[in-house]
């Protein structure tokens, strides 16, 4: 039986949470869940189903930060912070850091990629990233879009978009709600464990 379209759905309520390496089994099929144009989409080019495995197997072993987006307990989407330098510690990234994610295409349009962007940019800013790249291909629409509603500057280069979000400060206050809502995620993740 198929599942059903999001559309067909009365409540929308993910939640967006940092991924642990017990969530290791759901980030595989996650990347292996997605369609071929989500696919190509999310890296910029044709990925088999091998080939996005070993990715997968290795997201959440490699320098940055890991968001999933769950409804009814199932990743459905996930973004990806990852620093564009080596990080001068494991706590900071740097000043630029590159954003990536992708939405299951039954999952989109309910403001599941915005909430995911969102915390994305909060995890950077309070790792003191100033400039959030983002690259897309010119054909991938909701991608531009959505970088465009948080205020991304996008540029078409050939096949590609490619933009940058910059970065307010942290204050104490924002630093203290990201430490609270980090420490919530390990919770959730621990339950779902």
């Given at each position: 039986m198929p599942e059903p379209?999001?559309?067909?759905?009365r409540s929308f309520h993910p939640v967006i949470r940092r991924l642990?390496?017990?969530?290791?089994?759901?980030?595989?099929?996650?990347?292996l869940r997605l369609d071929p144009e989500t696919r190509a989409s999310r890296f910029m080019g044709t990925l088999s189903d091998a080939a996005a495995l070993?990715?997968?197997?290795?997201?959440?072993?490699?320098?940055?930060v890991v968001f999933g987006g769950f409804v009814d307990g199932t990743l459905r989407a996930l973004?990806?912070?990852r620093p564009?330098?080596?990080?001068?510690?494991?706590y900071a990234l740097?000043?630029?850091?590159e954003a990536a994610f992708a939405v299951e295409r039954d999952y989109r349009r309910n403001g599941l990629g915005q909430a995911l962007f969102h915390r994305i940019a909060g995890a950077a800013r309070h790792r003191g990233v100033r400039d959030l790249r983002v690259?897309?291909?010119s054909r991938n629409r909701p991608m531009q879009g959505l970088a465009a509603r948080v205020g991304a500057d996008l540029r078409m280069t050939g096949g590609e978009a490619e933009g940058a979000l910059h970065l307010p400060r942290p204050t104490p206050a924002?630093?203290?709600?990201?430490?609270?809502?980090?420490?919530?995620?390990?919770t959730l993740a621990l339950a779902a464990a």
């Open positions: 379209r999001m559309s067909e759905f642990w390496p017990s969530d290791a089994a759901a980030v595989e099929a996650y990347f070993a990715y997968a197997r290795q997201a959440l072993k490699v320098d940055g973004g990806e912070l564009t330098h080596a990080p001068p510690s494991p740097g000043a630029e850091a690259r897309c291909l924002s630093l203290w709600r990201e430490s609270v809502t980090e420490a919530f995620d390990f």
